[in-house]
């Protein structure tokens, strides 16, 4: 394993708060989870609904307490027993951080980092003509050919780093994984967000 810093666990668990969230976001979860699709790992943009909720969220409370904002949330689904394409989020642009919430079956799904100089940055996934994600320039590889340098269990609220190659490994759950994917205004550094958060006392172990 690398030590390389690419994730940190928060330090609460915010079980209220993933409790309401999986309640409020019920139906969209269960139409997500019965798309028919090819793709393993998929999102719906839910920004505007999870900022209606303010501070009757502990999370958020939490979020206002720092310097930053909350700019723009998916809700993500992995299928089971797949895993997600390698990719780089936003890669036109690169996304550095991002804070997972845990909203359904996570204890079995991990994400895994790569070696970011094994691949070249190849295709772009284009989405309402924003760039969302990059992919390998080979293209569909198999994880037995990834050079995985750190990995981290998604059944806690965690901040992971965006911006080299990483992928959800689902492949040992047999529920769908679904999680919140929360970014933050200005794009700060993931550096910047967890020496932020750990002032605040926000960051708990790993």
């Not at 700019?71 to 990719?87: E, R, S």
């Not at 970011?116 to 320039?137: C, F, K």
């Amino acid at each position: 394993m690398s030590t390389m810093d690419n994730y940190h666990h928060l330090s609460k668990l915010y079980q209220k708060d993933i409790e309401f969230l999986r309640n409020h976001f019920n139906e969209l979860i269960l139409k997500m989870i019965s798309f028919k699709t090819n793709l393993h790992h998929y999102f719906e943009t839910v920004t505007e609904d999870f900022l209606s909720l303010g501070n009757d969220l502990e999370f958020n409370r939490d979020i206002n307490s720092t310097k930053y904002t909350v700019d723009h949330v998916n809700l993500f689904v992995c299928k089971a027993y797949k895993i997600g394409g390698l990719h780089i989020d936003s890669a036109g642009d690169p996304r550095f951080v991002s804070i997972n919430l845990p909203i359904m079956d996570n204890d079995r799904s991990q994400i895994v980092w790569v070696n970011p100089g094994q691949y070249n940055l190849g295709e772009y996934d284009l989405r309402d003509r924003t760039i969302r994600a990059g992919h390998p320039v080979s293209g569909a590889l198999s994880i037995g050919e990834w050079e995985i340098i750190d990995k981290a269990n998604f059944g806690v609220p965690t901040i992971i780093r965006v911006n080299h190659w990483h992928s959800i490994d689902n492949r040992f759950n047999p529920q769908p994984r679904v999680a919140l994917a929360i970014r933050l205004a200005k794009n700060p550094s993931f550096e910047e967000v967890v020496s932020e958060l750990r002032q605040k006392q926000l960051i708990g172990g790993g």
